[in-house]
């Protein structure tokens, strides 16, 4: 296989993707660019007004974070697949008055506030091939988030999804998802998506898991001012029912609805995202504010004012359902990062009907107090709890291989046969 990836015939077949790419994506997107650009530069992007280095707020605040990490083949018995789910909360104090910023809450009190050691560990299983995958990731589902009632996680979702004329039950059942009703009424019944793969099971419940951690905090007696997950506020909504196809949608839209009744700000940040152009958005920043500006840029869509930008029509959700997302640059250093904010809480305490100046001041002192937590030199212009958080739940490889030997351990200790925990593919030397 390396002799051929040598070849000229390989360089030439990279040669032709590219060059297809170039004349196929680029081409149509730099159209599509070229419509919004003016849009962006005099409507959309903005500077961030940075506190002075010194400040001290009169009232410090809390901040919190979750971030969740995981490995889809912890231990593998014949058909039977053991994930591990990482997940952390952090809780950190602006903590000016102090002149010690962004100071940790005690571990002790976290824990007796959240009800669990952190980071948090989780295993899960399932056959594959017994159909049992719905019903395996129901039972976890309903352990992890501790859903009494699904209704409880259903609800929300309809109520923002139709500004309010589906408030109850029994709106429901006079509405057009009335014939789903049934479907509706357990965890189970909500994975309605068909095609169930390791991968897609794994990061289902890997998302489930940080939903559930950041429940947590809301419901505890820690009250945050910002709440801020890794992701985006993406729904994958089923094209038949119109619907989430999967319960995380529900359970995020539970966790905005939440977020609102507690005065919580929830944040979803992305370093990775599918925006597109955020390169060519950075450099009209730098071109207009000074290559050292921050920034940040709305990317809005159709029920905003003005509709959506061209170069996002195509893309798959963006912007996501509920959601108003943002690209944002606090440092030069790195490529543009993606915030969404809940929909329902952006047109309550940012959006000023039919005045874009207000508008902006709201936007700017939000993205000013984003700015401040995002300043320590180790991750400068990204927000400093989430840093801390995936620092405390990533799985290293290493970590992977000493949890495997342990698991290997534990099953000779049990007695399991040696053949069964094997890769299958030694018999074959391969």
């Not at 400093?384 to 000779?412: F, G, T």
């Amino acid at each position: 296989m390396l002799e051929r990836i040598l070849t000229k015939q390989f360089r030439d077949s990279l040669k032709a993707t590219f060059k297809d790419i170039q004349q196929q994506q680029d081409i149509r997107d730099e159209k599509e660019f070229a419509k919004d650009e003016q849009r962006i530069k005099e409507q959309l992007l903005d500077t961030v007004d940075p506190f002075p280095q010194d400040v001290v707020f009169d009232e410090d605040f809390l901040v919190g974070a979750v971030d969740g990490s995981g490995n889809d083949g912890l231990a593998l018995l014949d058909d039977v697949r053991v994930h591990l789910f990482s997940t952390a909360c952090v809780i950190l104090s602006t903590n000016t008055q102090s002149s010690e910023p962004f100071t940790p809450l005690d571990d002790t009190r976290i824990e007796e506030c959240l009800g669990s050691s952190q980071p948090h560990l989780e295993t899960f299983w399932y056959t594959g091939v017994k159909d049992d995958a719905r019903r395996k990731m129901a039972e976890y589902i309903d352990y992890i988030s501790s859903v009494s009632d699904p209704l409880e996680i259903v609800m929300p979702f309809f109520r923002d999804f139709t500004r309010g004329e589906i408030d109850s039950w029994n709106d429901l059942k006079d509405s057009k998802y009335a014939k789903y009703l049934s479907r509706l009424e357990s965890i189970q019944n909500l994975i309605s998506r068909v095609n169930l793969t390791n991968s897609t099971i794994h990061d289902q419940l890997r998302t489930i898991s940080e939903y559930a951690a950041a429940r947590k905090i809301l419901d505890s007696s820690i009250r945050p001012k910002y709440l801020l997950l890794d992701g985006a506020m993406s729904v994958f909504i089923h094209h038949i029912r119109n619907y989430p196809s999967m319960p995380s949608g529900f359970l995020l839209r539970e966790m905005c609805t939440r977020a609102r009744k507690e005065g919580v700000i929830l944040c979803a940040v992305s370093k990775t995202h599918t925006i597109p152009f955020a390169h060519r958005i950075a450099q009209m920043a730098a071109d207009v504010f000074g290559e050292t500006s921050k920034w940040f840029c709305q990317l809005p869509g159709s029920e905003d004012p003005g509709g959506g930008l061209h170069i996002t029509q195509s893309r798959t959700y963006i912007p996501p359902m509920l959601a108003v997302p943002y690209l944002f640059s606090f440092s030069r250093d790195n490529r543009p990062s993606r915030i969404d904010f809940d929909r329902i809480w952006w047109l309550e305490n940012i959006f000023v009907e039919n005045d874009p100046i207000a508008t902006r001041e709201n936007e700017k002192a939000l993205f000013r107090e984003l700015e401040y937590m995002s300043r320590d030199a180790r991750w400068y212009g990204y927000p400093v709890p989430l840093a801390v958080a995936h620092e405390q739940c990533k799985i290293s490889y290493q970590d992977i291989r000493l949890a495997r030997e342990i698991c290997w351990d534990v099953r000779q200790e049990m007695g399991m046969d040696e053949r069964r925990m094997e890769p299958q593919r030694t018999d074959f030397n391969l």
